[in-house]
């Protein structure tokens, strides 16, 4: 029988309504058997200070760290903020990166997706957070890239996804399906 993996699904936007948790919630209806979405809070996070490390961390700082090392992979949407990620989601990234040398992002194959009600669809946001993935040697999807723009059109009255953008993030998961494969084979 083949593996399911296990995947953390990070959303970037804490608001009731956002976007990115939509996105998030219709492409866990989409992901092929093989992956399990899941997605991990990340509001609650006291903000990273290394002090408290040194001591014994916040509760909410160990459960999320083990969530994200029990996980497989992590899959990430954000929203653009001023250009660059949300602070929540900084945070998060800094929190499990950390105590140093036991960061809970190494190696776990990843993927970002950023929407944005905006025209240009988070890309700045979406390479922002690629470089931080970088240096913490977790390897992210090159392509397909996933800019969303133009969000707020592509939910109809009754909170149904357009054809088109769900079959785009079809795509984009069975994509990150093989991806997560390739990396943990
Ligand atoms: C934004 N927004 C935004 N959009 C964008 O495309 N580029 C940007 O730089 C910004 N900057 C920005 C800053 C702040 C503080 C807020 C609150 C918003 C708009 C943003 O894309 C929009 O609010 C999305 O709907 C947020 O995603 P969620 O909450 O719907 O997931």
Redesign the pocket.
Known sequence: MSKTYKIAVL???L?K??????VALELAKLAPASLQLEIVEIGDLPFYNEDLDNGTPPQAWQTFRNNIKNADGVLF?T??????V?AALKNALDVASRPYGQSAWDGKPAAVIS????A???F??NHHLRQSLVFLNTPCMAQPETYI?N??SAFDDSGKLNERTAQFLQTIINEYSKWVEKILA
């Open positions: 959303v970037g936007s608001r309504d956002s976007y990115n948790r939509k949407l929203p653009e903020y001023n250009r660059s949300p929407v944005s009600i905006g240009i669809g988070g700045g946001a723009g969000i707020g």
